[in-house]
């Protein structure tokens, strides 16, 4: 493979200064070195005419390695583990008692059907699968809200939530040149990367309070308050992730009341609507109330988790417009946007997701499944709450643990805190401190009891 | 909606002007003169006052009339390629054909359901809906892709020196690998070969890449420009990346031949020019999916370390799968882990990663030789169907005595043939004749079938036709026409079609 081909450029000897150029270019994600030349070619100019050689080195030479993702990387050292008594509350992926995946009842069911139809695999839409949209909307909003009925609802099929941010995120960059939007201190790791690259500018606004392990309400409406008009404020419809702290209802009419005074766009993150309480309706209850106050709404939905459907990549991207014909503008500028990024979205999820939803008997088992699955979750906040408590005898208050919600829970652990949970007692979390309490089993919760409280009480 | 209050009143302007009908003058009895002033003052004065009205009650808060965060988005222009579907599907008429998307149809015109797809869905179950960290299976499509399209017994695939990830497709894969040149080459362009497919220059516009076209498609010989595309490539600056279609160009159908690869490559070597190969079609040009990859397989032979986006969306028979692969080949290992880690975090932050059905389909099939051995057999059949196609639409033209010369149809390759139709004539052939298509005249010849391919000629040779005033109706036997079903959309055209004589 390695041969060497010696040629005069041609006349155009500047050629080889550009990559130089190019060398001094963009470096903030660990590209090209910059005192590197560009190995590809070597370039000496001898006046009008330059020796190249070219060789056979790859052009992406000085490329560097990506950061490992927090999150997956957790799943990784965890699988690397061979320790007996290993936890794994890292990825918010839902497990049984047994810490087994859980493939429910009624996707399974779905799938079956589907194979049995046999239905064609040809291309969706770029906006996705109708029957899917109209019933996605609906499952978050409700079928009789008034913004369905007329219309003012664009909808368009995503890649689960990562997708439906994205087309968001591409929507405000481009209508919305220089506009901000702010994310809660902390939020998911992978918002900032979506704008980002996205290129829409972002700042944080204050939500965890590690002083109370709860939120800081005051320092979230502040910041709110502070941003320039018209920025977007990204919002966890329901259990918060990462923290599982979510605002009461009267703390959200206040939020509302700021955004609404500060002519901010709320942008709501649903990722776990039935997950928090258990019930679709609760969980959208504070979307439904912004979209009741008349206000113009962007949502991103995901089922990886309340359906389980995490591979099949299945959510959607919901602008509550004015007008039904602000809604159907809005929609087409969505398609435009999705259409270079991958041109239509995968049909097989979307068709789960529509037979299940649009099916009454089938929609009914599944809100039975997703009780029993918030439901577990529930049962072992309380089993851990109780451990802690009796165990740790310093009078520490963890109600926490019982007051946040959903799958999640940010524990209040510092980095070197986790780091012991994972070196001495394997127990396999993010950085940050959150735990997975969906990867966590009744069984093991006097286990991590005991993990907890040494981390916090003998290192720090 | 703001209208609903006052609807009582708006059959009020309508209503009254019959009663001044009704009553005209009589000069006998002059009451009624009264009577129909009466009610014409009575019409003028209702008027005024439901235009008070409807400006009264619509001025609240009415929806419409309140301020949008969105006023300022404009509709989008409609994609090119579905707005010719959405043509074709908003026709009444039921002989109408669809040309215009590249998605194979069998001769009934049905979208086909390949049996491999069948047999392999079968096994995989309801066992993947596990989170979307299937590392092993995504390795697994990406090692089966590259072997696909590079070659087993190649060292740079025997180490591994290559960086690949599962893409959403043929456009998912083009827009990573163009999000990953703008990240590490900011100030380069792509070329792209003149024509391409419409998308190629929204993928890398959206991803800030500006384009660049070189060459490509004559449209006298209605085949390659080999002289202009070498000289492109000759006056691109040095290190230039360039979009290259190996086989089955779309839209043209039009392909180097291996000579003029050969020669395409020798001077890419000589630029340092990077290719980037987006293969859509591999399988869908000679049926064969080993000949499809020659153009690749020369330029590896030349030492060139290339991108390669895969779409299994035609070829595979998965479009709404949405499944396909990008590779980069890389030096060694050490840079290929890198290079993956960089395309791992930019689709992160797009989709995260594409559906494990589609995944676990493609590695299935790649991997099980006998699955493998019924597709192979698959692709060649839908291959040949085409060319069969292509042959017999050409027959058909020659048969009309077609003045034009349309060897072209038989000489491209792939799923397209670039007709050379001018856009009035694509517009004829769609509103005369219920046959659409993209404007710049590519017909999807995967849509033509035994039973619509004489009457495909037909309308083309009729539009084509250099004396338009003399229109030489041919009959062409047992065929029987019914109008009737179409004569609204016909509109003034009636009688063309009805000489037609067209099947149903």
Request: glycine content about 6%.
């Amino acid at each position: 493979m390695a041969s060497t081909l010696l040629s005069l450029a041609s006349a155009t000897p500047s050629a080889s200064l550009s990559f130089h150029e190019i060398n001094k270019g963009k470096l903030n994600r660990g590209c090209m070195n910059k005192e590197k030349t560009n190995p590809f070619i070597k370039a000496k100019s001898f006046g009008r005419v330059s020796m190249v050689v070219a060789s056979n080195v790859s052009r992406f030479e000085g490329i560097t390695m990506a950061p490992p993702d927090p999150i997956l990387g957790v799943s990784e050292a965890f699988k690397a583990d061979n320790h007996e008594l290993k936890l794994n509350l890292g990825v918010g992926a839902y497990r049984t008692e047994e810490l087994q995946p859980y493939v429910l009842d009624v996707v399974k069911k779905a799938d079956k059907l589907l194979l049995e139809k046999g239905e064609n695999r040809e291309y969706l839409p770029i906006e996705g699968l109708a029957a899917f949209n109209k019933v996605t909307a609906e499952l978050l909003f409700g079928v009789d809200n008034p913004v369905i009925r007329q219309q003012r609802v664009a909808t368009v099929q995503g890649l689960s939530g990562t997708g439906s941010l994205r087309l968001a995120a591409a929507l405000i960059e481009r209508y919305f040149p220089g506009a901000k939007v702010l994310i809660s201190s902390p939020t998911w790791g992978n918002h900032k990367n979506i704008f980002n690259d996205a290129r829409v500018p972002w700042s944080e606004y204050r939500y965890y309070d590690p002083k109370t392990v709860g939120l800081d309400f005051e320092g979230m409406i502040a910041d709110i308050k502070a941003a320039p008009e018209g920025s977007f404020i990204l919002l966890h419809g329901c259990a918060h992730n990462p923290t599982g702290i979510d605002p009461t209802p009267e703390e959200w009419r206040v939020i509302a009341d700021v955004i609404q005074e500060k002519n901010h766009i709320p942008f709501f993150d649903i990722a776990y609507q039935g997950f928090a309480s258990g019930s679709l309706d609760t969980d959208a209850a504070s979307v439904r109330m912004f979209v009741a106050r008349g206000m113009e709404v962007i949502a991103a939905q995901s089922y990886s988790k309340n359906l389980g459907l995490y591979a099949e990549r299945i959510g959607a991207i919901n602008v509550v417009c004015s007008s039904p014909e602000a809604a159907a503008r809005v929609k087409s500028q969505l398609k435009r946007i999705a259409r270079p990024m991958y041109s239509n979205p995968p049909v097989h999820g979307a068709r789960i997701v529509a037979n299940i939803v649009g099916d009454s008997a089938l929609f009914k088992e599944w809100n039975a499944e997703m009780e029993m699955m918030a439901g577990r979750i529930k049962n072992v906040r309380h089993k851990l709450f109780d451990s802690l408590s009796s165990k740790d005898k310093s009078g520490k208050d963890w109600s926490f643990v019982l007051k946040q919600i959903g799958m999640f829970s940010f524990t209040g652990l510092n980095k070197a805190q986790c780091d012991n949970m994972t070196n001495k007692w394997h127990v396999y979390m993010t950085k940050d401190g959150r735990i997975s309490l969906a990867g966590l089993s009744l069984a093991k919760c006097e286990y991590l009891a005991d993990a907890i409280i040494d981390s916090y009480h003998d290192v720090s | 909606m703001e209208d609903e209050p006052h609807r009582c009143f708006s059959f009020l302007p309508t209503f009254l002007p019959l009663h001044i009908l009704i009553y005209t003058p009589n000069p006998v009895l002059p009451e009624h003169n009264r009577t129909k002033s009466a009610a014409v003052f009575f019409h003028i004065l209702t008027m005024i006052i439901s235009r008070f009205l409807r400006r009264g009650i619509s001025t609240s808060t009415s929806p419409t009339r309140r301020r949008s965060w969105w006023d300022h988005v404009t509709p989008a222009l409609k994609d090119l390629i579905n707005a010719v579907t959405d043509a074709f599907l908003a026709d009444p008429c039921p002989y109408k054909i669809n040309l215009g998307v590249g998605a194979y149809r069998d001769d009934e015109g049905k979208p086909v359901v390949l049996q491999w797809v069948r047999e392999a869905e079968g096994k995989i179950g309801a066992t993947n809906f596990l989170e979307s960290t299937s590392t092993a299976i995504s390795s697994k499509l990406v090692e089966e892709s590259a072997k696909l399209i590079y070659r087993e017994d190649l060292d740079v695939i025997k180490e591994r020196r290559f960086a690949g990830i599962p893409a959403l497709s043929g456009t998912g894969a083009c827009r990573i690998f163009a999000e990953f040149q703008k990240r590490f080459y900011p100030d380069s362009t792509i070329y792209f070969p003149d024509p391409t497919w419409s998308n190629h220059r929204n993928i890398w516009g959206d991803a800030h890449v500006p384009g660049r076209t070189f060459h490509y498609y004559h449209p006298d010989s209605k085949g390659l420009n080999f002289v202009a595309l070498m000289d492109d490539v000759k006056n691109a600056p040095d290190g230039s990346f360039f979009l290259l279609h190996p086989c089955a160009h779309n839209p043209t159908g039009v392909d180097p031949t291996d000579e003029q690869w050969r020669e395409i490559s020798s001077l890419f070597k000589v630029k340092n020019h990077f290719p980037f190969f987006d293969v859509a079609y591999q399988g869908f040009a000679s049926g064969d999916v080993e000949r499809d990859a020659q153009a690749i397989r020369i330029f590896l032979e030349d030492g060139h370390s290339i991108g390669c986006a895969q779409s299994f969306a035609k070829n595979l028979g998965l479009y709404g799968h949405r499944v396909g692969c990008l590779s980069i080949l890389c030096n060694d290992k050490i840079q290929a882990v890198a290079i993956k880690s960089q395309l791992k975090q930019i689709s992160n932050a797009m989709y995260s990663s594409p559906t494990i059905h589609g995944i676990s389909l493609v590695s299935k099939i790649l991997s099980n030789p006998d699955i493998k051995a019924l597709w192979l057999k698959e692709v060649k059949v839908m291959a040949t169907r085409i060319q069969r196609m292509r042959a017999t639409l050409r027959e058909a033209l020659e048969r009309l005595r077609s003045p034009l010369n349309w060897q072209h149809i038989t000489n491209q390759a792939g799923m397209f043939c670039f007709s050379g139709l001018t856009r009035a004539e694509v517009d004829q052939l769609a509103k005369e004749f219920h046959i659409y298509m993209t404007h710049d005249g590519r017909i999807s010849m995967a849509s033509v079938t035994t039973k619509n391919v004489d009457y495909v000629a037909r309308a083309i040779h009729e539009v084509t036709a250099s004396n338009r005033d003399i229109k030489i109706l041919h009959n062409i036997g047992a065929y029987k026409v019914n109008t009737d079903i179409c004569s609204t959309s016909l509109g003034t055209n009636k009688t063309r079609a009805r000489g037609m004589n067209l099947a149903l």
